[in-house]
């Protein structure tokens, strides 16, 4: 299983935890959800990162030539400079030219 089989339940507590003004609803949302977490070996960062992140992973679609394991790598890097190169917004640290 995974956070995400858990979704509705920690949906749930969260809400729960968020909006009460009883402490001991808090106290008790917050102990269920850290309960639930460690139920999957996950702690309370993992679900911060669920929460900045989504359940589901980025996926990242390649446009132009995308690289791949049959190209050889001279062919590769060149398709990377060539990203480098026409699109410097994606490149945050990089130097200005």
Not at 13 to 24: D, N, P, R, T, V
Not at 45 to 62: I, R
Not at 90 to 96: A, D, I, K, L, M
Request: hydrophobic fraction near 40%; glycine fraction near 4%.
């Amino acid at each position: 299983m995974t956070l995400k089989t858990h979704s509705d339940r920690l949906v749930k507590l969260f809400k729960l935890m968020m909006s009460s003004s009883l402490a001991g609803e808090v106290v008790n949302a917050r102990d269920m959800i850290v309960k639930v977490l460690a139920s999957e070996k996950k702690d309370i960062h993992d679900l911060a990162n669920v929460l900045v992140s989504g359940l589901d992973p980025k996926v990242v679609v390649f446009r132009d030539r995308p690289p791949s394991a049959e190209r050889p790598a001279q062919e590769i890097a060149a398709w990377c400079l060539e990203q480098y190169e026409e699109r410097p917004w994606c490149y945050p640290g990089r130097p200005r030219t």
